[in-house]
């Protein structure tokens, strides 16, 4: 019997140590670096007022030229996207009005949708000009997080600002990120960011939840909270504010491209000890949601792991280098 159970032991050993190799290889075979690139297509924007022209997009990595810019992903969001461009703009043009001096852009990056997503938001840079409301047309779907990053690498704004394209927070709330910002914003290097939050409507989401999607929930957060992110209770909410500098050196080594980026892009602030705060913002959920519960859940769940054991593995490395501005 002993003999027969060390058997078993040894080839139980035998079996861990090249499942873990398996994983380890896995790893490094896809632990690709940042993809900065872009298609021809998306180094400029179109003029709607002058078809002909296109127009090539500056650099984060330059200088910042106005006061904000806003980045909105959107991906098959026609429907939703004019109520939340509506809201955005009208508060924005309502600053400029009672502000002297401040401008802003709104960067639409449409992540190879296939209905008129890119057309509603021509419209609106027709309607606002390419100097406030400008259209990236990717022609193929790379997920969310690379949508977010090309439109940042793509700004000019000394805050930068993504927003969710469904509208479901209150764009007004900007005002208390921005707050937020500023008394978080106190180191020499400018590197300061803030995380708009739902982490106070938690009850109210629990009493309108199953049980089931309950527990999915608090698993997440655990999950998030045990492998890479403790000090932001909500990591999720697409309504999220930087400087300038944070946005560079964040999204210069952001590598996931899909729904778990904001954990990645959190979890490099917090290697670099960059300022972070997170603020109460006014949510409810809108109709149309590209999440499919347990399928995107279980796909945020493995790339939040892998995010973990990559960074652990030396596979992904931050690089602090990037030119500060």
């Known amino acids: 019997m002993v003999p027969e159970l060390v058997a078993l032991l040894y080839a139980g050993c035998i079996l861990a140590i090249g499942a873990i190799i398996l994983v380890v290889v896995f790893l490094f075979l896809t632990s690709p670096p940042p993809d900065l690139s872009r298609d021809t297509n998306e180094n400029s924007f179109q003029d709607p007022n002058d078809e002909d022209r296109y127009v090539t997009f500056p650099s984060l990595y330059s200088p910042a030229s106005i006061d904000l810019s806003v980045i909105v992903p959107a991906y098959n969001e026609e429907e939703r996207l004019p109520k939340m461009l ?8 309502e600053r ?17 949708s296939r209905d008129k997503t890119v057309e509603v938001g021509l419209k609106y840079s027709k309607k606002y000009t390419t100097d406030r409301v400008r259209v990236i047309a990717r022609p193929r779907n790379h997920g969310k997080g690379a949508a977010v990053r ?50 106070h409507l938690q ?93 995107s859940w279980a796909q945020m769940g493995k ?23």
């Open 150 to 199: 090309l439109g940042m690498l793509s700004a000019r704004g000394r805050a930068l600002l993504f927003a969710d394209a469904d509208g479901a927070t209150e764009f007004k709330d900007l005002e208390k990120l921005e707050e937020c910002l500023k008394k978080t914003n106190t180191n020499a290097d400018s590197r300061a960011l803030v995380c708009g939050s739902r982490a």
């Open 303 to 325: 790339d939040i792991l892998f995010i973990r054991l990559r960074y652990t593995l030396g596979f992904w490395k931050v690089n602090d280098k990037v030119k500060d501005q």
């Open 96 to 112: 400029c009005e009672s502000r002297t001096g401040f401008t802003y852009e709104v960067i639409i990056v449409s992540d190879g």
């Open 203 to 295: 009850d109210e989401a629990i009493a309108q939840r199953s049980f089931f999607r309950t527990i999915l929930m608090y698993g997440f957060h655990l999950f998030v909270w045990s492998l890479c992110v403790r000090s932001i209770r909500d990591t999720q909410c697409g309504f999220k504010l930087l400087t300038r500098n944070a946005a560079a050196v964040l999204f210069s080594n952001l590598h996931v491209d899909r729904w778990a980026f904001d954990v990645e892009l959190l979890y490099i602030a917090q290697y670099l000890n960059i300022p972070m705060g997170e603020v109460a913002v006014n949510w409810q959920e809108i109709e149309g949601s590209k999440i499919i519960p347990i399928f």
């Open 86 to 93: 509506d809201e955005c703009l009208d508060f924005l043009q």
